[in-house]
């Protein structure tokens, strides 16, 4: 996926590392233990915005 964003020119942000974290961490799993919970989305958001403040 990085390589074709690349050559696309568009970012690629990679939030899999966060998702994985739900593994271990069962706060970042929601109540039907499938989805990601509202804590995940959160640090999606929090990375999303520190690599879009690191492009500025």
Do not use: N
């Not at 939030?15 to 989305?41: F, N, W």
């Amino acid at each position: 996926m990085r390589e074709i964003a690349s050559s696309q020119r568009v970012a690629f942000l990679d939030l899999t590392t966060i998702a994985r974290q739900g593994l271990d961490d069962p706060s970042l799993v929601a109540g039907d233990g499938l989805h990601l919970s509202a804590k995940a989305y959160a640090l999606f958001a929090q990375r999303v915005v520190q690599d879009i403040l690191c492009r500025l």
